[in-house]
Structures are given as structure tokens and as C-alpha cells.
């Protein structure tokens, strides 16, 4: 038998004289004699390995070997194995001359004391392939690596033995453990059309086997579009032996005692390697579900959670100063990646996880998958579409893995500033079944995330749901409806309409082949989820949402009996929508409607008053600004509405008359240019029943400001003088203004300032 390359020479030294076998058994009897008991030392481990090398070419009966194996055996069980001895003793395991017992006995002892030398795999892959061990031995074999695949020193290199190792799918018998084994080692690049149809082969032929539809799956997740076919899901694709779990449960207590040794300061043969190799003990060992064993009377895991990310690669841990240098590596492990500098240094080369569904658990990974490919992002969007059915849609009451999926998600929309297509067509189903309180919080949260629709399409699958939801909650679950309806607006004015308008033109100019430098997408127009979309009136779906939020806004504060709560996120929408303009630069001003503006003057609470004034001053400004740029709106945005607002203004001039009489001129409707005229005031005057109407709006006589007028005078008036609130209509009026401003209601301050020219005291009548 020719030395094998890269055997250690102290092991090496086969007997080939006439006298071997003669020289061998001396050498166990005198092995025998010396080691009554267990080996106590790696030097008697050598000892007993040369032996048993020696016997490869000696006829000695397997009986005689029993010994050395055994002893070999429990010292591994006791201490571990160094590398150089893990590699002699596969040579001795793996050449097919000893009989098959004490092959796979030595096998089983294979339990490394630290890191497993990649020279080792080489071996075990290079005996199989000369095809002189039995089946049963190299099946073992490939579950030892399987065991050991993570603690191999030289992932790179492992990973270069995944084309010899498939051939060994045609092998039947060692086709289960050559599945798993490649499901541990399988990369994106790995997965090519060939081997798909390899696959797919082995199925029809092997009658579909668990084994195979797991790496079919996983390669599925790397490469959709490579596999179309249906898949059916399993807890488990792999099954795991005691033996096997036994050597695993062997190689962590090995490992964790040595860890030990170094923590206490008494392993001084150990080398910084090692070291670092223990306290990552087992990288993916919490990912590998199918080699561990499931812990008795406890909560199943459910498929769908979301797992830590974990890189391909298990490189040894290097300095985040030294990573940048390492400019031969092809990929970075996102375990490397230690600050932002490495993040940005090595962004085009970091490795994106095998579970890709871990870039929720990790910020570094959602940088990284902001740049990646369309590949990346329709893996992500093939297991959201799955997870969301299965955690969600075919659940009929909140899982926790549900409430973890969903509020994940919603971390992700905002980070990328952008919905996710999937989870939009998915809510568009959900929304018709959904009950208003199922995982509340976070569908409200996701839906600001909206991208633009034709209204029509939005109502259908979204707004009409909600209307029902709306109608049939309490006030707080109304007010969370117009948080969300505030937040969405919001979203659109400053996000989506702009990056429609850019993908808009940069489909088109793909389309007639032009090569335009200002179609590239400016900063804060970049989308990751590229779609076609078709052309609609983007300003259309703007101004119908506003109007039926504000329908929704009547009934709801009707129904609620002006609830101040619910009024506060009223008036919250409507100051978001008198800034669209000024604020985000959309060319759409609208307003709340009469009702929702003069319960807003009737109010008891002083703040919903001054917010209503603030929100005239907002649309002033929005219908200024409207007017002066009419001329420069492109053609293409100017044809979406007929008005954009303009409609609004005779409503809007009314308005202010109205507040004007009322809070300043107290003449509260009495203009017949206003919009609520004398029969408002006499409906009003048989519903109050107060005398003096024209002075009980007053800002110093409003039910909702006359606290604030009389703590006013009790600060700006001598002590013992009695006052009432008109005294402020004499000579106080601005000092009250700015009373009011110091108290948060600077609305009021700033609405008298900017429609009354040179203010003067308010004047009873």
C-alpha cells in the first residue's frame, strides 16, 4: 500500500520485511504487557495508532486488535484526539484492510480535542473515492463529518470538496448522509442548473426520500427561479441515529472541558487558535435543527421563526484592523463584521446568511441587502410569502411566533423606508377575514407603509375593511386608525409619490432605449424591491383619501360625541394635510370639512381651538404658495387634478370670517359672509340658551378660554381689584395674545396676527 500524502511520518513507518507479522505481534504483546490499564498519555495514544498501522500489512487476528481499539476508544472518550491522530487513525479506518467492526470503531472515537485539520476531510474524501472501505464504513465517514463539519479549521478548502462529494449521490446507500452533509456545506454559487436536474432525477427514482427534498429545498430558497416544482414541508428531512448523537453529545463535553482548562490557566499546550475555536464552540449548531436532539416537554419551535444570521464560513476570528488587508478572501462572514468602518470597507464582499430570513434579526444585514442583488431579494420575498400564510392567514388567534414575525418586519420597513410588495399583496387577502383586533399594533404600523394605488383598488382591499373596523371599535381604537391614517398620509407626501414619479420616468426611458443621466435615481429614491408599475393619478388617490378620512372624521366625533381625544388626531391629520405643500412640496391643498371646523370653535378644549387656528395659518400659507407656482408644475402632475385645491379657497375665506367674528369682533354669525349666518346663530342660542352670543366665542369669554383670561387678570391686575374677563376688550388685548402664546396656544396668537390688520383690543357689541 503506497504512503498516503500528508501522513506524519512518526506514524508512517509500515513494517514491509519477511518478518512483519512476527515484529507485530511482538509489538502487541509488548504493548499489552506495558498498558495493563487505560492510555494515559498522548504518547502511549501513539503507541497503540503505530500499531494498529503496522497491523494493516501483518496477518494478525482481529481479536488481538481489540485491546488498542478499545483503549483508543475511552481515551478519546476521556481527553480527545489531536489532529495528527484524528489524520492516522482515518488512514487506518479508512484503507479497507482491517475488518469493518474496528473500522467503524475507530470512527467513533474520532472526537477532536480542538479544531479538526482539514487535511483530515481530504482524507476521509480521498478513501472513499479509491472505493476501498465498505459501504458501511465510508457511511460512517460521511456522518463523522457531518458531526464535525463546523469545527473543520479550513472552511474554504471543506467547501472545495462539494463537487466530489455529490458524485457520491448515486451511492444509495450513502446518498442520506451525502444529502446532509452538502445541506450543511451548499452555497448560493453552488446551486447550478446540473445539479438541480441530478436532484430531481435521484426523486423519481428513490420514490421522493425526505433527504433529497431537503437539499432540493434549500436549494430552492437560494434559486427559485432553478426550481419551480412544489415542495412539501417537513419538521425533519434528516434523520439522526443515538450513535450519532451520542458522538456529538461526546465532542461538546470534550470541548467544553478544554475550554475549561483554558479559562482556569492550566492549558499552556494550547495555541491561540484553539482558544479562539472554543469560545465559538459550534457556530451553527443552533441552525442545525436536524442533528440535534429535541428537548422533551417543551414548546415546539415553529419553522417560521426567525433565525440569528449565520455566514457559510467559519473562518477563525480575526482583528477588525486586519480585516480590511484580507483582500484575498472572496467573501466576508457577516461574523467578522465588527463596526460600521468594516461594514462600509467590506460591504461588496460580505456573504449573505443561508437563512435568509436573519437579515430581520440583524442591521448590519439589512445595509447589506439594501445593495443586493435581485436574487437576494427574491429569496427574501419567497419565505416572507410563506411565513406570512403560514403564521398569520392559517392562525386564528395571535402565536407568539406571529407578534415576533410581524414586529421584525415592521423594524425592517423602517429602516429601508419602504413597504414590502409581498406583505402588501398578503394584507390585501388578510384585510377581508381580518376581526380589527388580531396583532392590531402591528398591521397599523405596516400599513403606513403603503405604497400608491388607484383609490379604487385601495378601498377595495384596504380602506373598506378598516371603515368597518373604524365603526365598530371604541374611541381609542379610533384614534389608533387616525395615528395610522396620519402616518400613511405622511409616507406618501414625503416618500412614495416622489419615488413613483422617478420609477414613472426610468421605466419609460428604459423603454424607448434612452440612456439619460438624470434618470439615475437621486439619494432617497432608491427602492429594493423593483416592480413594474402602470401610470395613474397619483394626486387622484391623495385628495380621495383625504376625503374619506374626513367623512370618516364627522361620523367618527358624531358617534363618540366629540371625544377630545379623538378630536386631537382629527385635528392632527388635517395639520398634516394644510402642509403638504409647504412641507413635502406636493401640489394638493385640502381641508377639513364645515362640521369638523366648527366643532373645533365650539370646543370646550382651549387647544382644539388654537390647533384650528394654526391650521387656517398652514393653509394660507399652502394656497400662497400654490398660487405663485402654478405656472412651474409639470404638465404631466398638473393634468391629475382638475383644481388641486383652488376649489377650497371661497370655503376657506368664509372660514376665516367666521373665526374672526368670533374670537376677535365678538359678533360670532352675524356677517352674512360667512359661512354659518343668522339661522346658525338662532339654532345655536336655542341650543346654548346664554344671553349675549355675540361675546360668549370671544377669546376671553369662549367656555374653553375664560380660565385662561381670568388667571390673565389675576397675574396683571392689582391684588384685591375684582375684574371680569371684558376687561380684557379695554386695554390688554395684545398682552393676552402673548399670555396665550406663553401657554402653548401660539395658534390663536399667530391666526389675529396674520388675518387682522394692526390688532387692536377685542371690541364687545
Known amino acids: 500500500m503506497p504512503r498516503q500524502k500528508g501522513t506524519p511520518s512518526k506514524y508512517c513507518s509500515f513494517n514491509t520485511s519477511a518478518n512483519a507479522s512476527s515484529n507485530t505481534r511482538k509489538s502487541l504483546s509488548s504493548f499489552q504487557s506495558k498498558h495493563l490499564g487505560h492510555i494515559s498519555s498522548d504518547l502511549e495514544l501513539n503507541e497503540a495508532i503505530e500499531l494498529l498501522q503496522n497491523a494493516r500489512t501483518s496477518k494478525i487476528k482481529a481479536a488481538q486488535l481489540k485491546q488498542p481499539v478499545e483503549k483508543i476508544n475511552v481515551y478519546a472518550k476521556q481527553n480527545g484526539l489531536p489532529g495528527d491522530a484524528i489524520m492516522s487513525l482515518i488512514d487506518v479506518a479508512a484503507c479497507g484492510t482491517l475488518p469493518n467492526w474496528i473500522c467503524n470503531r475507530l470512527i467513533f472515537s474520532l472526537i477532536p480535542r480542538d479544531k479538526v485539520p482539514v487535511k483530515a476531510v481530504i482524507k476521509a474524501v480521498s478513501w472513499m473515492c479509491f472505493n476501498k472501505a465498505s459501504t458501511g464504513t465510508q457511511a460512517h465517514l460521511l456522518r463523522w463529518m457531518v458531526i464535525v463539519q463546523s469545527l473543520v479549521d479550513d472552511q474554504e478548502r471543506f467547501h472545495a470538496l462539494y463537487g466530489m462529494i455529490f458524485y457520491f449521490l448515486q451511492n444509495e446507500t450513502l446518498c442520506p448522509h451525502v444529502c446532509h452533509l452538502l445541506y450543511l456545506l451548499t452555497r448560493k454559487e453552488d446551486v447550478r442548473l446540473f445539479r438541480v436536474k441530478e436532484l430531481v432525477g435521484l426523486q423519481i427514482k428513490m420514490d421522493l426520500p425526505l433527504y433529497i427534498t431537503g437539499l432540493v429545498s434549500l436549494y430552492r430558497q437560494f434559486s427559485p427561479h432553478l426550481v419551480n416544482m412544489n415542495i412539501s414541508r417537513q419538521r425533519e428531512y434528516f434523520k439522526v441515529s443515538?450513535?450519532?448523537?451520542?458522538?456529538?453529545?461526546?465532542?461538546?463535553?470534550?470541548?467544553?472541558?478544554?475550554?475549561?482548562?483554558?479559562?482556569?490557566?492550566?492549558?499552556?499546550?494550547?495555541?491561540?487558535?484553539?482558544?479562539?475555536?472554543?469560545?465559538?464552540?459550534?457556530?451553527?449548531?443552533?441552525?442545525?435543527?436536524?442533528?440535534?436532539?429535541?428537548?422533551?416537554?417543551?414548546?415546539?419551535?415553529?419553522?417560521?421563526?426567525?433565525?440569528?444570521?449565520?455566514?457559510?464560513?467559519?473562518?477563525?476570528?480575526?482583528?477588525?484592523?486586519?480585516?480590511?488587508?484580507?483582500?484575498?478572501?472572496?467573501?466576508?462572514?457577516?461574523?467578522?463584521?465588527?463596526?460600521?468602518?468594516?461594514?462600509?470597507?467590506?460591504?461588496?464582499?460580505?456573504?449573505?446568511?443561508?437563512?435568509?430570513?436573519?437579515?430581520?434579526?440583524?442591521?448590519?444585514?439589512?445595509?447589506?441587502?439594501?445593495?443586493?442583488?435581485?436574487?437576494?431579494?427574491?429569496?427574501?420575498?419567497?419565505?416572507?410569502?410563506?411565513?406570512?400564510?403560514?403564521?398569520?392567514?392559517?392562525?386564528?388567534?395571535?402565536?407568539?411566533?406571529?407578534?415576533?414575525?410581524?414586529?421584525?418586519?415592521?423594524?425592517?420597513?423602517?429602516?429601508?423606508?419602504?413597504?414590502?410588495?409581498?406583505?402588501?399583496?398578503?394584507?390585501?387577502?388578510?384585510?377581508?377575514?381580518?376581526?380589527?383586533?388580531?396583532?392590531?399594533?402591528?398591521?397599523?404600523?405596516?400599513?403606513?407603509?403603503?405604497?400608491?394605488?388607484?383609490?379604487?383598488?385601495?378601498?377595495?382591499?384596504?380602506?373598506?375593511?378598516?371603515?368597518?373596523?373604524?365603526?365598530?371599535?371604541s374611541v381609542y381604537v379610533k384614534c389608533q386608525l387616525m395615528i395610522m391614517f396620519t402616518d400613511l398620509l405622511r409616507n406618501w407626501a414625503m416618500l412614495e409619490w416622489q419615488r413613483f414619479q422617478w420609477t414613472l420616468n426610468n421605466q419609460q426611458a428604459e423603454a424607448d432605449l434612452m440612456e439619460d443621466t438624470q434618470s439615475i435615481p437621486q439619494e432617497g429614491f432608491h427602492t429594493i424591491f423593483k416592480e413594474e408599475i402602470s401610470a395613474f393619478r397619483t394626486l387622484s388617490t391623495i385628495k380621495s383619501f383625504v376625503e374619506f378620512v374626513d367623512k370618516l372624521c364627522d361620523l367618527g366625533l358624531n358617534a363618540e360625541n366629540d371625544h377630545c381625544l379623538l378630536m386631537d388626531k382629527v385635528l392632527n391629520f388635517f395639520d398634516e394635510v394644510s402642509m403638504l405643500l409647504p412641507r413635502y412640496g406636493l401640489p394638493y391643498v385640502g381641508m377639513p370639512s364645515k362640521l369638523i371646523v366648527f366643532k373645533a370653535l365650539l370646543s370646550s378644549a382651549a387647544v382644539n381651538i388654537a390647533r384650528m387656528c394654526?391650521?387656517?395659518?398652514?393653509?394660507?400659507?399652502?394656497?400662497?404658495?400654490?398660487?405663485?407656482?402654478?405656472?412651474?408644475?409639470?404638465?404631466?402632475?398638473?393634468?391629475?387634478?382638475?383644481?388641486?385645491?383652488?376649489?377650497?379657497?371661497?370655503?376657506?375665506?368664509?372660514?376665516?370670517?367666521?373665526?374672526?367674528?368670533?374670537?376677535?369682533?365678538?359678533?360670532?354669525?352675524?356677517?352674512?359672509?360667512?359661512?354659518?349666518?343668522?339661522?346658525?346663530?338662532?339654532?345655536?342660542?336655542?341650543?346654548?340658551?346664554?344671553?349675549?352670543?355675540?361675546?360668549?366665542?370671544?377669546?376671553?369669554?369662549?367656555?374653553?378660554?375664560?380660565?385662561?383670561?381670568?388667571?390673565?387678570?389675576?397675574?396683571?391686575?392689582?391684588?384685591?381689584?375684582?375684574?371680569?374677563?371684558?376687561?380684557?376688550?379695554?386695554?390688554?388685548?395684545?398682552?393676552?395674545?402673548?399670555?396665550?402664546?406663553?401657554?402653548?396656544?401660539?395658534?390663536?396668537?399667530?391666526?389675529?396676527?396674520?388675518?387682522?390688520?394692526?390688532?387692536?383690543?377685542?371690541?364687545?357689541?
Not at 408644475?633 to 382638475?642: E, F, R
Not at 389675576?714 to 396665550?740: A, C, R, T, V, W
Not at 395658534?747 to 357689541?765: D, M, Q, R, S
Open 242 to 473: 443515538l450513535a450519532d448523537k451520542n458522538l456529538r453529545a461526546d465532542i461538546e463535553r470534550i470541548q467544553k472541558l478544554t475550554q475549561a482548562q483554558i479559562l482556569a490557566g492550566n492549558a499552556a499546550g494550547l495555541n491561540n487558535t484553539m482558544q479562539a475555536t472554543l469560545f465559538t464552540f459550534f457556530p451553527q449548531a443552533g441552525a442545525d435543527k436536524h442533528i440535534q436532539p429535541k428537548p422533551a416537554k417543551r414548546r415546539k419551535l415553529d419553522k417560521h421563526d426567525v433565525p440569528v444570521p449565520t455566514s457559510k464560513i467559519h473562518t477563525n476570528p480575526i482583528k477588525p484592523a486586519d480585516l480590511a488587508l484580507k483582500r484575498h478572501q472572496p467573501v466576508v462572514p457577516i461574523e467578522q463584521i465588527k463596526s460600521f468602518k468594516d461594514l462600509i470597507s467590506n460591504i461588496d464582499r460580505i456573504e449573505m446568511p443561508e437563512q435568509i430570513a436573519s437579515i430581520l434579526n440583524s442591521s448590519k444585514l439589512q445595509f447589506v441587502f439594501m445593495l443586493s442583488s435581485d436574487v437576494h431579494t427574491t429569496r427574501f420575498t419567497y419565505w416572507l410569502s410563506n411565513a406570512l400564510e403560514t403564521c398569520i392567514a392559517n392562525s386564528y388567534e395571535e402565536t407568539e411566533s406571529g407578534r415576533n414575525l410581524l414586529g421584525l418586519l415592521c423594524v425592517f420597513t423602517d429602516f429601508i423606508q419602504e413597504g414590502v410588495p409581498v406583505f402588501e399583496s398578503f394584507i390585501g387577502r388578510y384585510m377581508v377575514t381580518w376581526n380589527g383586533v388580531t396583532y392590531r399594533k402591528y398591521i397599523l404600523k405596516l400599513l403606513t407603509r403603503l405604497r400608491l394605488y388607484p383609490f379604487d383598488s385601495l378601498y377595495n382591499a384596504i380602506l373598506e375593511p378598516l371603515r368597518n373596523v373604524f365603526f365598530n371599535s
Open 614 to 765: 394654526k391650521i387656517f395659518c398652514n393653509l394660507k400659507e399652502s394656497f400662497t404658495i400654490l398660487k405663485q407656482n402654478q405656472s412651474r408644475i409639470p404638465g404631466d402632475i398638473s393634468n391629475q387634478l382638475d383644481n388641486r385645491g383652488f376649489e377650497h379657497i371661497p370655503t376657506f375665506n368664509k372660514h376665516i370670517v367666521d373665526f374672526c367674528d368670533a374670537l376677535w369682533r365678538c359678533r360670532a354669525f352675524n356677517n352674512n359672509e360667512g359661512l354659518y349666518n343668522q339661522k346658525a346663530k338662532v339654532a345655536i342660542e336655542n341650543s346654548v340658551k346664554v344671553p349675549h352670543l355675540n361675546s360668549v366665542f370671544s377669546i376671553n369669554e369662549h367656555q374653553a378660554l375664560v380660565g385662561y383670561a381670568w388667571k390673565f387678570l389675576q397675574e396683571s391686575q392689582p391684588e384685591g381689584k375684582q375684574f371680569h374677563p371684558s376687561l380684557i376688550n379695554q386695554d390688554h388685548g395684545m398682552d393676552y395674545l402673548d399670555y396665550l402664546k406663553r401657554e402653548n396656544l401660539d395658534g390663536i396668537h399667530l391666526f389675529v396676527n396674520l388675518f387682522i390688520k394692526k390688532p387692536k383690543a377685542p371690541t364687545k357689541t
